[in-house]
């Protein structure tokens, strides 16, 4: 479609963005909604993060989205901080209030549980422990998420001890640390396992871990998407366990910000997947 001079606008800044599949994905619903708009790749290098960041309002931009390797920088540049984004430590979505000062949020939170309730109908937080991998960025929103869904426990592994005791002491809940040399062992007894690390994603290693311990009704979700299927779902699938991959948690976590740059709440649907995995 043609825009207009009165176009919204909205991107995602990162460095680099080239391989960022947000345009693709945010270009789809403005031409389905057929909206007078533009989603915009923005290559940001790190020392003008802060001269990009405050001209938005003033280049008529209604938000962005922020990927590495700014998601934390990012926090001390905006006017409003919302409490989730402050709590996990990073800011993946702007919005231009309509006074012109920037709001942080971070919607990743939300693109997991909502993939995960989605993926998986019948599984719900109190059904019993969830057993995550990783103790980076993507992590900290997984467990912000499972600690305000109410889940009863977590079992917090990763390679280096140091960050998951961290994590655990700033966001709080029900978090246990378990040893990683000891990681399949503490699969019994969990109603749901995450891998929050890259491990398993294309051109990395995949993730080491036995899953015989693992109840058979446990659901399995591997926030990697390339490839769609990693090798821990594979074989998760194979042995009958529920499987959940990561495409969702990104198409789910891009709606709250399109629907506040854009003033229409976007679905997602398979049209939408299918779309997004052939770019």
């Known amino acids: 479609m043609i825009l207009s001079g009165k176009a919204r606008l909205a991107g995602v800044l990162g460095w680099p963005v080239s391989h960022s599949r947000s345009p693709r994905l945010h270009g789809f619903w403005l031409r389905q909604l057929g909206i007078d708009g533009a989603y915009l790749p923005l290559a940001v290098a790190p020392a003008d993060l802060a001269l990009v960041v405050r001209a938005l309002p003033r280049m008529g931009f209604a938000g962005a989205n922020v990927t590495?390797?700014?998601?934390?920088?990012?926090?001390?540049?905006?006017?409003?901080?919302?409490?989730?984004?402050?709590?996990?430590?990073?800011?993946?979505?702007?919005?231009?209030?309509?006074?012109?000062?920037?709001?942080?949020?971070?919607?990743?939170?939300?693109?997991?549980?909502?993939?995960?309730?989605?993926?998986?109908?019948?599984?719900?937080?109190?059904a019993g422990p969830a057993m995550v991998i990783g103790a980076g960025g993507a992590a900290r929103a997984v467990v912000a998420a499972l600690v305000d869904a109410g889940i009863p426990e977590i079992r917090l592994t990763n390679r280096t001890a140091e960050r998951a005791d961290q994590l655990a002491a700033e966001l709080g809940g029900p978090i246990r640390v378990v040893p990683w040399h000891q990681r399949s062992d503490y699969l019994a007894g969990a109603a749901l396992l995450v891998n929050t690390t890259?491990?398993?994603?294309?051109?990395?290693?995949?993730?080491?871990?036995?899953?015989?311990?693992?109840?058979?009704?446990?659901?399995?979700?591997?926030?990697?998407?390339?490839?769609?299927?990693?090798?821990?779902?594979?074989?998760?699938?194979?042995?009958?366990?529920?499987?959940?991959?990561?495409?969702?948690?990104?198409?789910?976590?891009?709606?709250?910000?399109?629907?506040?740059?854009?003033?229409?709440r976007p679905e997602v649907t398979d049209e939408l997947r299918a779309f997004v995995l052939a770019g």
């Open 198 to 264: 890259t491990q398993g994603m294309t051109g990395q290693p995949g993730l080491e871990l036995d899953l015989s311990a693992l109840p058979m009704t446990a659901v399995v979700n591997d926030i990697v998407y390339v490839p769609l299927e990693t090798d821990l779902l594979a074989r998760a699938r194979a042995r009958g366990n529920p499987v959940v991959d990561g495409l969702g948690m990104l198409l789910y976590q891009a709606v709250p910000g399109f629907e506040a740059w854009f003033g229409s």
């Open 68 to 126: 590495v390797p700014h998601k934390e920088k990012v926090m001390a540049l905006v006017d409003h901080l919302d409490p989730l984004a402050a709590r996990i430590g990073a800011v993946n979505t702007l919005v231009v209030r309509p006074d012109g000062s920037l709001e942080g949020r971070n919607t990743d939170a939300f693109g997991f549980l909502e993939n995960l309730r989605c993926g998986c109908p019948g599984w719900v937080a109190s």
